[in-house]
């Protein structure tokens, strides 16, 4: 699997800084029965001083929301 990573990763362009950043998330877990249930979830991703010090790294705060639903059988 030699060489499976190229162009991932550029030797020639050393990390500018390490810190990559910060994330916040938070979670609500509703049981709506004893077999049921919904996980609520958002998440922040505060992008750090690597992705504007680093040549070739794009720098992105990133935010999302997300359900899970479960079913105990």
């Given at each position: 699997?030699?060489?499976?990573?190229?162009?991932?990763?550029?030797?020639?362009?050393?990390?500018g800084d390490r810190e990559l950043g910060h994330e916040l998330d938070v979670?609500?877990?509703?049981?709506?029965?004893?077999?049921n249930n919904v996980l609520l979830g958002y998440s922040f991703f505060n992008a750090g001083d690597y992705y504007d010090t680093t040549v070739?790294?794009?720098?992105y705060d990133v935010q999302f929301f997300y359900m899970q639903y479960q079913t105990r059988f």
């Amino acid at each position: 699997m030699k060489g499976a990573y190229k162009g991932l990763f550029n030797p020639n362009n050393p990390a500018g800084d390490r810190e990559l950043g910060h994330e916040l998330d938070v979670l609500f877990s509703i049981d709506l029965d004893p077999r049921n249930n919904v996980l609520l979830g958002y998440s922040f991703f505060n992008a750090g001083d690597y992705y504007d010090t680093t040549v070739g790294a794009t720098a992105y705060d990133v935010q999302f929301f997300y359900m899970q639903y479960q079913t105990r059988f």
